[in-house]
């Protein structure tokens, strides 16, 4: 290529320096180069002070800028072309010797183009590209493009050369040339351009840094080092962009939360003015959006050295707002967040636990469980990063509804308590923040789920007692964690180990069926027991197929028969146990299928039965470690439990473990150190040795003689001198584990018969208790003494005599006292009760009519109030011991099926009526009994009816309980019919609908229930229809209403068998029916359908139907169906008071609420919906507020009486509400025992009639029959003018003297309302009551005979309100009762079941 020989711009000759010549295009190449060099050595020496060769050279300069020079396509001649350029800038500074723009630009572009040589630094020529690039740094060439119209573009491609160049093999120089170049155009020009912007800004962008790191560290230098300048220009952009949405500004556009999160990292000052912006941007109706500036704004919030929370609080706060986003995917994001912000941030947790608190009930799933894994994952890392507040909700979500996340929680908390607690990795404070967590983890065995159940075993296996641990570490992490646990949590470890002990019996009881004979029945025994086991495993519907496959599997693999035997037999190892599982999973194992549900299905079985933690070693292990407590040598104190606490529990964990392990303890060591604890004065120390002997010590007769001649003068001590329980475990110890038993039990009545002494009734006890078991376990033996023993002590001299007399009502008048203030005698009675029931149990038969008079002495003792002599030398709190003795006496012998044939209706009446018993406790032991026997399958029936009693509780927690008790016996009774085949033909007995009689039955009997059309009676009537039908109505399971409706119509046409030719006793029986027809036929909307067969009914309490007649009389008033209908009077209009009334009731319209919604509530307020006027269980159930304490005699009752509103417009409503009461009698105008609340405006105050105020004036109004337990009269001054108060008045069932309230005051006022006496009424039912005068207790039995007096009426008992158990597992709670402000109002019998608040 030719070019134009240059000249210089004014004409003048081209002067180079010495030794080069001319230099044109005539030349070679190399040539070229070798006299370029020397003129860029020339102007290298040169400076700007040499004026005469600047003179000289600038025609050279200008020659140098020729298009020869800027477009020679060598680069060698190009890049000294360019030194010698940048060089001319120097010299000539700061003016340069180019005047035209044209050509600046020019030669500012080809020494740009130049500068692409610096990204070789292994090149020959680096050096001059360095030279180059520093000189042009230095002097700040580019600076003089500023003049220039496009400097712009100059710029620009001088920015991405730079940023395209750089490398990890340019050194720090380069690096700091680089930036003196830019910086210097960034900072001393008029403003940075959007386009060059996006040069630098560009490198920022996640996949332009991912390819040019160096390129990246380069900007963000240089952003650093010019961010004053820069940062309007930022600003305008991020305006643009996220403000006015002008997207089409940069190419960058859709990167803006990307270039605000390197920006930030670099100089937060940076984004001053873009921050407010994102507050607005976080406001967007634009999810996707919002979603965006959340992830970011995580980010900039989360990074780890990040204060943009605490310098700008008003962003923080409107970013946490984003917490409770309506979309899901920002809330989530804000979520995961919270971990890192934890972490990196602890100061700010106080500001997320309210966010995270909510967002831990969010509906989404995900979210539940992001919150979940945000809180553990922040603990794991350092527990001091989460509060208490943080624990608490994960402690919550173990029971969320769904399954995932509910195992996230327990899993959660399982690692941390590994961590805290038994790695002790952050010291004792932290162990102890965490220590709740083991009891928590081990309620939730209480849950239904099988899937809550397996996981805490697999916690409980890795977390809690890690099984992989040696023996000895493994049992004192067992030991100690086992004595620091809270009641509950033991139960359900001990629950828990049962449940794996019971799988383990199915599997033994599977094998043996594979060693007998195929056969129809051995297979028809293997499905059962192959559906027991599915039960006990996830998913069981599934579980059913793959245990029939491993069934099938067993039956064709002798050796994997014989491994699972090995596994499940009681010499089985830990380390066997690992061995045979490992076994087992590799014979299943198909290596062609990786996810082999099948496989999962059984190493869930295997799991379950393989005794991985209790083993011959570990049990001795655990025995060492006890007596190391016992010597005082242990570490019980740094455990964080006393010796003698570590002591105790460790005997109690032996004593479970002797049931599911016993031939684990089989070893004279083990036995040694329990003889040991037998000698302790610890009583329940002594008392779980005893047990333990008795579950393990079957060999100790053959094979451990040193061990049983010691052994049996102990328990012969224990069971003459011992405790009560001590006492009952030695009995059955010599019982289970001896051979000549009979000789033992013999050394031990005799001696004991022989020195019962009513006189001393502390000694009694134990003596009793031993007598009782004696007689139990050895009837034939004992059988004759025994009935001497009864006739001539139990009931003559202990039972029938009172000697000890005590302050009527007690020293504090309260209805219960804790067990140490209980009289000795009443405990010797409350033992002698027990003795008589454990001597029939032991007989199961009823030859010598011992059953009938034992039944009638305790019906004597329920209907007496507990005080059988009526001397009155018993207390009131030793009569409810004495009343819950009998009550329970006759649920236990019930349980018996020759005993429960000749328990009468009247007798079964006055057991169920102990539910209602005045004294709390009474109320709930009883309760707990029934419930208990009623969920094993013990009782009959009938006593599932006894619970509809329950609605009457005026303890909302005590309903809750019974509703409770309800929903479990019908599931139990619904899952056996379900299960057992055979029990479709005992129907009668199990079907959960069938107690619908009972119930009727009952409630007919009930001794409130005296006045036929009385509303207030029939409401309750109907409130305890429906708590027992609600339950059952919860499912129309096979047309169960219809059912229910055939059976109640079908009563209608018997007649009562408890007194069939009493008119009076079966219009109740039909009225209660008619009322139990109203609550099917509101409450169901499939009740007119067919009955899927017909209902058989109950020949002991109803009498055969009279097929020549039909009873379709509807027995109540039509005023009483309206009520109950409605819930309110029927109006009084003027058509009403002119035409006749209407054939029927007319129904008002109400709103249905759905059985399922009604099934979830467990408040306890289970009741027909009604209208608003007669619902007052929920405000009053609990209790309103007075100062009174409970079960005290005598109380002064302070009623606090709001003044009601005047307006006149409310004068029509509050006539409405009381248009009923008018029209009953004056006896029968109190409250029930519920509040009833007023329309609007009353002010809840019970207005009374005119015509009455008169008399309430001058003189006290009897009070109305009320429910529950009576106690006996303490003033009699109205009964004594005009009866005999020694004649019977009744079945002895209390009246309540419910308070009277006044007219309403202007003003509040305090009343001092004193105990009402009760006049003698007598009940009208004869057929109702029992003719307990002039009993004959015992007559063919020896038994003494005493004429028995039934109790006159007499004045009300205060109700006791009680803290309720929180479930039917809690123990009963006897301590005193805590004065809660509860209004206690002084009953003589358990009121219904809502309270009255004064």
Known sequence: MAFPQPKSADGKIIIYPPGVKEITDKISNDELVKRLKMVVKTFMDMDQDSEDEKQQYLPLALHLASEFFLRNPNKDVRLLVACCLADIFRIYAPEAPYTSHDKLKDIFMF?????????????????????????????KSYNICFELEDCNEIFIQLFRTLFSVINNSHNQKVQMHMLDLMSSIIMEGDGVTQDLLDSILINLIPAHKNMNKQAYDLAKVLLKRTAQTIEPCIASFFNQVLVLGKSSVSDLSEHVFDLIMELFAIDPHLLLSVMPQLEFKLKSNDGEERLAVVRLLAKLFGAKDSELATQNRPLWQCFLGRFNDIHV??????????????????????????????????????????VIVTIITAGKKDLSLVNDQLLGFVRERTLDKRWRVRK?????????????????EAGKEAAQKVNWIKDKLLHIYYQNSI?????????????????????????????????????NAVKALNEMWKCQNMLRSHVRELLDLHKQPASEANNTAMFAKLMAIAKNLPDPGKAQDFMKKFNQVLGDDERLRAQLELLISPACSCKQAEVCVREITRKLANPKQPTNPFLEMVKFLLERIAPVHIDSEAISSLVKLMNKSIEGTADDEEEGVTPDSAIRAGLELLKVLSFTHPTSFHSSETYESLLQCLKMEDDKVAEAAIQIFRNTGHKIETDLLQIRSTLIPILHQKAKRGTPRQAKQAVHCIHAIFTNKEVQLAQIFEPLSKSLNADTPEQLITPLVSLGHIAMLAPDQFASPMKSVVANFIVKDLLMNDRVCQFPGGKNGKLWTPNEEVSPEVLAKVQAIKLLVRWLLGMKNNQSKSANSTLRLLSAMLVSEGDLTEQKKISKSDMSRLRLAAGCAILKLAQEPCYHEIITPEQFQLCALVINDECYQVRQIFALKLHKALGKLLLPLEYMAVFALCAKDPVKERRAHARQCLLKNISIRRE????NPMAHEKLLSLLPEYVVPYTVHLLAHDPDFTKTQDIEQLRDIKECLWFMLEVLMTKNENNSHAFIRKMVENIKQTKDAQAPDDGKMNEKLYIVCDVALIVITTKSTTYNLDSPKDPVLPTKFFTPPDKDSSNNKCYL?????????????????VLGAVNKPLSAAGRRPQDRTPVLEMGSNISGNSEPSSPPPNRGREQNSEAPETEISENEENPVILLTVVPAKTEKKDEPVRNKEMSSEQSLPPQTSTERGKKRTAPAGSENIQQIPEERKSEESTAPVPPKARRGRPPKAVSESNTAKNSDPNKAAGRGRKRVA????GPAEPETTNVKVPKQQETNVKRASAQRQMDLQRIQVLDSDGYSVMDLESTPESSAEELDLFK??????????????????FLKVRRKSMPKGRRQRL
């Open 1117 to 1133: 008033s039509d005023e009483a169906k309206t009520l109950l209908l409605t819930g309110k009077p029927k109006p009084a209009t």
């Open 451 to 487: 899937d809550d159940k397996l996981l805490v075993e697999k916690i409980f296996a890795q977390y809690l007692v890690p099984h992989n641990l040696e023996t000895e570490e493994r049992m004192k992490c067992l030991y100690y964690l086992y004595a620091s646990l809270d009641p």
């Open 408 to 424: 996230e929680a327990m899993m959660g908390l399982a690692q941390l308590y590994k961590k805290y607690c038994l790695h002790a």
């Open 111 to 139: 020494i740009t183009r130049q500068l692409k040589g610096l990204e070789d630094t292994k090149s020959p020529q680096f050096n001059r590209y360095f030279y180059l690039l520093e000189n042009l740094a230095w002097v």
């Open 976 to 979: 056996y019919i379900k299960q």
């Open 1364 to 1381: 309720s158990c929180e479930s039917s597992q809690n123990e009963v709670d006897n301590t005193k009762l805590a004065e809660r402000g």
């Open 1298 to 1301: 419910a308070s009277q309230e």
């Open 329 to 370: 995917p920002v809330r989530l994001e804000c979520v995961k967040f919270a971990s890192h912000c934890l972490m990196n941030h602890p100061d700010l947790a106080k500001d997320l636990t309210e966010y995270l608190k909510v967002r831990s009930h969010d509906p989404e799933e995900a979210i539940r469980h992001d």
